[in-house]
């Protein structure tokens, strides 16, 4: 039932090759696609119909409501098949989703910020009793003082939930992931949930153009789920068991080696995914690094606007470059270092804060990503964007040439830098 | 293969050969994890001679650790005796027993 280390290769990191700055093309399209206009939410909710999915447990919450919404417009048109639990809070959402999800469907649920604060727990269920489910979480800021926008608080606050956790820049990404996501979780290799993130209406809520594919393309990629294992009565299990000292540490174990083997998973995925649509995806995007001296790292949203500043800025001859992260849990450590070995600086955006940490969230993993390699990148770390703050080209532009001041002159003066806030 | 055996078969068991999510093939395990160790204080001890089978000990037992042995003691065809494996000291049999044979006795007496 263990799958054992080495079975892939991994192709974790794509350079950009795009022609537009939000669409990633890469190659050519064997499948039928049809061009439309969507926002986030509902390249998402349209994504989950295509799914099949046989189970969606979900409460509405801003900015996510709109899948949840849409969802159970295409339940009560008939146009889907699937079981819509409208439950009353999101700790039952989630706990109805494992228990689907543990009786061999295939399930989907969305949620977003006090929403996803209050599933925290349900989580760590889904991901400790190997339930492939996938769930939009639509970044919102978390209370207090209340806020309804955009910021990584709420998926930061849950990032050691064992879930592999997938970020989108835009509503296309938004709506290939979803995919991709139903056909990682549920590979018998991976077994674990997939959260596919994008940003609260910076993504969510903006009407976007892009492609989507054929319901037969679909279902050729993702046929349906195959549990490995499943909750039946005539061939009886035991699932949620209290597993005291002497097995609860190997069972932990098992779920951490399988968090990380599931890179190569979503690389394969990825780039079959590529090979149907002409839009590759996989652990990593990268732009300009082949002879960029410093660089951006971000995830979502403001990775669209990074490569578009630093397209202007090499325009003028500035050497600079940027990398997204598709994937931040499992972490790509070995494709991260493998990619910023020639650079010199790296600025990392944090969209959350990490209360009283030595740095923002993702900066701690790329610094200590980066300990003992010998490394001499000089790291940046700045705070941006947080309950909606817009991040505008002129900041990012700013940034870029702070990175490439430090890239210069290696020194860093300030720890974590807060972008934007009125001093 | 006694409880205590296929217990410590298990507990040779590395994280690779464990079923994944901790998820439990073969039903009724629970009883090859000895909880009797969580007793504290007394113990109920039976009094063959005085107990009557009329089973309430085995009835109101919460954890189920009342047993029915195949032993025939004079005119009884079965025993009724305490899985101190699983037994936690409550105390309810003793309590309920309607011919007080049940008493409840320091842990560190012999059971005979």
Same mark, same amino acid.
């Given at each position: 039932?263990?799958?054992?280390?080495?079975?892939?290769?991994?192709?974790?990191?794509? =350079?950009?090759?795009?022609?537009?700055?939000?669409?990633?093309?890469?190659?050519?399209?064997?499948?039928?696609?049809?061009?439309?206009?969507?926002?986030?939410?509902?390249?998402?909710?349209?994504?989950?119909?295509?799914?099949?999915?046989?189970?969606?447990?979900?409460?509405?919450?801003?900015?996510?409501?709109?899948?949840?919404?849409?969802?159970?417009?295409?339940?009560?048109?008939?146009?889907?098949?699937?079981?819509?639990?409208?439950?009353?809070?999101e700790h039952?959402a989630m706990s109805?989703c494992v228990?689907?999800s543990?009786?061999?469907?295939?399930?989907?649920t969305s949620t977003a910020s006090q929403g996803l604060a209050l599933m925290h727990e349900a989580l760590y269920l889904a991901s400790g009793l190997r339930s492939p489910i996938v769930m939009a979480v639509?970044n919102?800021?978390l209370?207090?003082?209340?806020?309804?926008?955009?910021?990584h608080s709420d998926m930061m606050g849950s990032r050691d939930c064992g879930w592999i956790q997938i970020y989108?820049?835009?509503?296309?990404?938004?709506?290939?992931?979803?995919?991709?996501a139903?056909?990682i979780a549920?590979?018998?290799?991976v077994q674990l949930p997939v959260s596919v993130n994008?940003?609260?209406?910076?993504?969510?809520?903006?009407?976007?153009?892009?492609?989507?594919?054929?319901?037969?393309?679909?279902?050729?990629?993702? =046929?349906?789920?195959?549990?490995?294992?499943?909750?039946?009565?005539?061939?009886?299990?035991?699932?949620?068991?209290?597993?005291?000292?002497?097995?609860?540490?190997?069972v932990k174990?098992q779920q951490e080696?399988a968090l990380r083997?599931s890179?190569?998973?979503?690389?394969?995925?990825?780039?079959?995914?590529?090979?149907?649509?002409?839009?590759?995806?996989?652990?990593?995007?990268?732009?300009?690094?082949?002879?960029?001296?410093?660089?951006?790292?971000?995830?979502?949203?403001?990775?669209?606007?990074?490569?578009?500043?630093?397209?202007?800025?090499?325009?003028?001859?500035?050497?600079?470059?940027?990398?997204?992260?598709?994937v931040y849990r499992p972490f790509?450590?070995?494709?991260?270092?493998?990619?910023?070995?020639?650079?010199?600086?790296?600025?990392?955006?944090?969209?959350a804060?990490s209360?009283?940490?030595?740095?923002?969230a993702?900066?701690?993993d790329?610094?200590?990503?980066?300990?003992?390699?010998?490394?001499?990148?000089?790291?940046?770390?700045?705070?941006?964007?947080?309950?909606?703050?817009?991040? =505008?080209?002129?900041?990012?532009?700013?940034?870029?040439?702070?990175?490439?001041?430090?890239?210069?002159?290696?020194?860093?003066?300030?720890?974590?830098?807060?972008?934007?806030?009125?001093? | 293969?006694?409880?205590?055996?296929?217990?410590?078969? +298990?507990?040779?068991?590395?994280?690779?050969?464990?079923?994944?999510g901790?998820?439990?093939?073969?039903?009724?395990?629970?009883?090859?994890?000895?909880?009797?160790?969580? +007793?504290?204080?007394?113990?109920?001890?039976?009094?063959?001679?005085?107990?009557? +089978?009329?089973?309430?000990?085995?009835?109101?037992?919460?954890?189920?650790?009342?047993?029915?042995?195949?032993?025939?003691?004079?005119?009884?065809?079965?025993?009724?005796?305490?899985?101190?494996?699983?037994?936690?000291?409550?105390?309810?049999?003793?309590?309920?027993?309607?011919?007080?044979?049940?008493?409840?006795?320091?842990?560190?007496?012999?059971?005979?």
């Open positions: 039932m263990y799958r054992k280390k080495g079975e892939f290769t991994a192709e974790g990191i794509i =350079p950009y090759s795009g022609e537009g700055d939000t669409v990633t093309i890469t190659g050519a399209a064997v499948c039928t696609q049809v061009g439309c206009a969507y926002t986030g939410d509902e390249a998402v909710a349209y994504a989950a119909k295509q799914s099949d999915v046989d189970v969606v447990a979900a409460y509405p919450i801003t900015p996510q409501t709109i899948i949840v919404e849409r969802f159970s417009e295409y339940v009560a048109n008939g146009e889907v098949d699937t079981k819509f639990m409208a439950v009353e809070s039952s109805a228990g689907s543990l009786a061999g469907a295939r399930v989907f639509v919102r800021a209370s207090a003082p209340i806020n309804i926008h955009g910021d989108a820049e835009n509503a296309q990404e938004a709506y290939d992931c979803t995919i991709q139903f056909k549920e590979d018998t290799r994008l940003d609260g209406f910076f993504v969510s809520h903006a009407t976007e153009s892009m492609k989507v594919i054929s319901d037969e393309a679909v279902t050729q990629f993702l =046929p349906p789920r195959k549990p490995l294992f499943k909750v039946d009565p005539t061939e009886p299990i035991s699932v949620g068991g209290m597993l005291l000292p002497e097995y609860y540490y190997e174990r080696e083997l890179k190569p998973v979503v690389s394969s995925i990825g780039k079959e995914y590529g090979e149907l649509t002409g839009r590759r995806y996989g652990l990593m995007e990268t732009y300009g690094l082949e002879d960029a001296d410093a660089a951006i790292i971000a995830l979502g949203s403001t990775c669209g606007t990074v490569r578009s500043v630093a397209k202007q800025l090499r325009a003028k001859g500035k050497k600079v470059g940027a990398i997204k992260l598709w790509p450590i070995e494709e991260f270092l493998s990619s910023v070995e020639d650079l010199k600086a790296l600025t990392v955006l944090d969209r804060i209360f009283g940490a030595p740095y923002g993702l900066c701690s790329i610094a200590s990503a980066l300990q003992n390699t010998g490394s001499d990148l000089k790291i940046l770390n700045m705070i941006y964007g947080l309950g909606g703050r817009d991040i =505008p080209t002129s900041t990012i532009e700013q940034v870029f040439e702070n990175t490439l001041e430090t890239a210069k002159t290696r020194k860093v003066s300030e720890r974590i830098k807060f972008l934007d806030v009125r001093e | 293969m006694s409880q205590k055996e296929s217990l410590s078969e +298990r507990m040779k068991l590395k994280w690779k050969d464990m079923p994944i901790g998820v439990m093939f073969e039903p009724g395990s629970t009883v090859e994890y000895r909880t009797g160790a969580w +007793r504290v204080e007394k113990k109920p001890l039976i009094d063959q001679e005085k107990c009557i +089978r009329c089973l309430i000990c085995w009835i109101v037992c919460p954890d189920v650790s009342i047993e029915r042995l195949p032993k025939s003691f004079k005119k009884y065809t079965e025993s009724v005796e305490v899985d101190y494996e699983h037994c936690k000291g409550c105390g309810i049999c003793a309590a309920e027993c309607p011919v007080d044979a049940i008493e409840m006795v320091e842990e560190s007496k012999i059971v005979p």
